[in-house]
C-alpha cells in the first residue's frame, strides 16, 4: 500500500475508529475460498541472472534505479528472497499452510529484455514455475505489471530518461501496445496454468511515487519525477488502456478453463484501496479533501473499466478535453474498449488514510489536501502504516457495491520482529468473515507475503513474510515466524472462531499508541 501523494497534497493522519467487534456467530469462510499468499516477481528474485552466459542481461527500471543509490542505504537486489531458484520449495511451505492458491508475477523485464527480443527461457521458466505452483496444490494468480519493465520500456537514468509508461498516451501508444505484445507473447502457455489474472498492481502506487514524489533516495519510485502532472495522468492513460488491451488478448488467447467453470482468463486489478476519512470530521475541506481522494484513488479506475468513462483531471466528471487542459494527454469521455475489462476485483489493503485539506493549495487540478502524518492514537507498521482492522470491512462494504466478485489480492504488515503480524493476520481475517457474512463476495486472501523479499525503496529493512529470510547468508534460508502458524490455524479452521480470537488477539500492538 503507498498512498505517497508529496506533502503538498496531502495531509495524512489516520483518525480514531470506532471497530465494530465482527460477529462471534459469523458463519466462517466459504468451503472453496482460496487461501494464499502473494508475491511480485522482483521483490522475491532481484535481478538474478539464471544463465549469465546466454547474452541477455536482467535489468530493469528498478535495476537502474538501485544502481543510482536511490533505494535505502544504496542497496541492490542481486536475488530478492531467492525464489527463482527456491520456488518449489517456497510452494512447499505454502501447501504447508494449507494454502490451495499463490499470487505471482511474469517479469516483462526478464521475458523481453529488449525490443521485440524474446526471451524464452524466462518463458519456459516461467511455465515451469506454475506447473510447479499446480503440483504443490496451489493454482496460481498472475500479475504482468508490478511496476518493474523492461529498461526500453522505462529507463529512468539522468543520461537517458526514456519514459513511454508516461508519454506517449493514449489508447495505442507505445507503451499500450507493447505491453499488450508482451501479454500476447506468453498468453496461451502461462493461460494453460491460469484462469485469475491480476494484469496490473496498484496504478496509483506507481503515479504518485512515480511522478509525483520525486527524489532519488527519498520512498520515491522510477522514474523519480516530481509534481509531473502530465506524466502523472499520461500514465494513468496508459495503465488503464493497457490493462484493457491485456484483458482482451487473454480472452482470446487463453481457452484453457482450469477449474471447469466456465471462464478460461478472469481479468481483474490488484488495486490500492485504503479507507479515506477525513482527519476531522467537523472540518469541511478535510471531508471534501477525503471525498476526493476516496475517487482517485478508489473509484476513479472502477468508472473507466467498468463503464469506459475516463477521468484524467479527477474532477470526477469525464467532459474535460486535451484542450481545456494542457496536462491531458487524451480528450477525457467515454472509450468502449475499457467497459467491462474487469471480471472481478482485486483489492489490496494495508491500512487507512486520513485525509486534511488544505483548500488554497490546489496544484494543476490535483486535490487540495496535503500530506502530514499518521494518527498517533492508533497502532503503526514499522513501514509507518497506520493498523486499522475495522477500516479493511469498510473498504469491502464500500466496493461490494460494483457487485464483482472481490479477491483480497494484497494484506500484511511490515513487521521485522513478527511482533505483531499474527494479531493483525486474525484481526483482519476477523473482518473479511463478517463481511462475507453480510454478503460480500470475497472469493480470496492472499497473504502479503509468504516470505520476506525486497521491499521497493526500503529494500530489505522491510520484512513482511509469515517467512524470515536470513538475508546475510548467501542461501537465503527461511526461518518460520509465529504468524504462520496463526495463519495456518485459521485456514484449517476455515473460520476465526473464539479460541482463534483469544489465542491470538492481544490487548494490544506493540507499536500500539492507543491504549
Ligand atoms: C504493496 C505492493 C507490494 C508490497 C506491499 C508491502 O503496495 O503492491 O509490492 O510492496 O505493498
Redesign the pocket.
Known amino acids: ?2 498512498v505517497l501523494l508529496p506533502c503538498l497534497f496531502l495531509l495524512v493522519a489516520c483518525p480514531s475508529t470506532v471497530e465494530e467487534p465482527p460477529p462471534a456467530e459469523a458463519p466462517g469462510f466459504p468451503d472453496d475460498f482460496l487461501w494464499g499468499t502473494a508475491s ?1 516477481a522482483w ?1 522475491a528474485e532481484g535481478d538474478y541472472d539464471p544463465d549469465p552466459s546466454d547474452g541477455f542481461a536482467v535489468r530493469s527500471n528498478w535495476t537502474v534505479w538501485t544502481e543510482r543509490g536511490c533505494v535505502i542505504d544504496a542497496q541492490t537486489n542481486p536475488a530478492g528472497a531467492g525464489f527463482y531458484t527456491k520456488y518449489a520449495d517456497d510452494f512447499a511451505l505454502a501447501a504447508g499452510l494449507g494454502n490451495n492458491t499463490v499470487r505471482l508475477t511474469i517479469d516483462w523485464a526478464r521475458v523481453e529484455p529488449e525490443n521485440d527480443v524474446w526471451n524464452e527461457a524466462e518463458v519456459a521458466h516461467y511455465v515451469e514455475v506454475l506447473q510447479a505452483a499446480h503440483d504443490a496444490g496451489l493454482t496460481p494468480m498472475v500479475t504482468f505489471w ?2 518493474v519493465m523492461p529498461t526500453w520500456v522505462q529507463n529512468p537514468t539522468e543520461v537517458d530518461p526514456l519514459d513511454t509508461l508516461a508519454a506517449p498516451a493514449g489508447p495505442d501508444s507505445f507503451w499500450v501496445q507493447e505491453f499488450e505484445e508482451f501479454v500476447r507473447h506468453v498468453a496461451a502457455e502461462v493461460g494453460e496454468y491460469v484462469d485469475l489474472y491480476s494484469i496490473l ?2 496504478p496509483f ?1 506507481v503515479i504518485s511515487a512515480g511522478y509525483l514524489l520525486g527524489g532519488c533516495g527519498s520512498e520515491a519510485f522510477p522514474p523519480g519525477r516530481t509534481l509531473d502532472l502530465r506524466g502523472a495522468r499520461g500514465t494513468a492513460a496508459n495503465l488503464l488502456f493497457g490493462h484493457a488491451a491485456a484483458c482482451h488478448a487473454l480472452r482470446e488467447l487463453d481457452v484453457t478453463d482450469i477449474d471447469g467453470d466456465g471462464s478460461a482468463a478472469l481479468c481483474g486489478m ?1 488495486a ?1 484501496n485504503n479507507v479515506m476519512r477525513p482527519a476531522d470530521a467537523y472540518n469541511d475541506d478535510d471531508v471534501s479533501g477525503a471525498a476526493k481522494m476516496d475517487w482517485i484513488y478508489n473509484h476513479s479506475f472502477m468508472a473507466a473499466l467498468m463503464d469506459g468513462d475516463v477521468d484524467l483531471d479527477f474532477d470526477q466528471a469525464f467532459t474535460t478535453t486535451a484542450a481545456d487542459n494542457p496536462d491531458l494527454p487524451i480528450d477525457e469521455g467515454r472509450y468502449p474498449q475499457l467497459a467491462g475489462t474487469l471480471d472481478w476485483h482485486g483489492l ?1 489493503y ?1 491500512g487507512p488514510i486520513s485525509v486534511v485539506g488544505l483548500p488554497a493549495s490546489s496544484i494543476g487540478g490535483l486535490p487540495s489536501i496535503d500530506v502530514a502524518d499518521y494518527d498517533p492514537s492508533l497502532p503503526h507498521s514499522s ?1 509507518g502504516f497506520a493498523i486499522d482492522a475495522g477500516g479493511f470491512g469498510e473498504v469491502l462494504d464500500a466496493f461490494a457495491v460494483y457487485g464483482l466478485p472481490i479477491y483480497i489480492t ?1 494484506n ?1 504488515l ?1 513487521d521485522p520482529e513478527d511482533a505483531d503480524r499474527a494479531m493483525f493476520l486474525v484481526e483482519h481475517l476477523d473482518q473479511l468473515q463478517a463481511a462475507i457474512g453480510r454478503g460480500v463476495d470475497v472469493r480470496g486472501y492472499y497473504h ?2 509468504l516470505t520476506d523479499n525486497f ?2 525503496a526500503h529494500g530489505f529493512h ?1 520484512r ?1 513474510g509469515l517467512y524470515r529470510v536470513d538475508f546475510e547468508d548467501p542461501a537465503l534460508p527461511r526461518t518460520r515466524n509465529g504468524s504462520a502458524d496463526a495463519y495456518q490455524q485459521v485456514i484449517e479452521a476455515n473460520a476465526i472462531t473464539d479460541d482463534l480470537r483469544s489465542a491470538w488477539i492481544k490487548e494490544r500492538y506493540s507499536s500500539d499508541g492507543r491504549l
Open positions: 500500500m503507498r511480485a521483490q508490478h511496476w498492481n496498484e502506487s490488484a490500492t489490496n494495508y513501514l494484497e500484511g511490515g502479503w507475503s521491499e521497493w522491510q513482511f
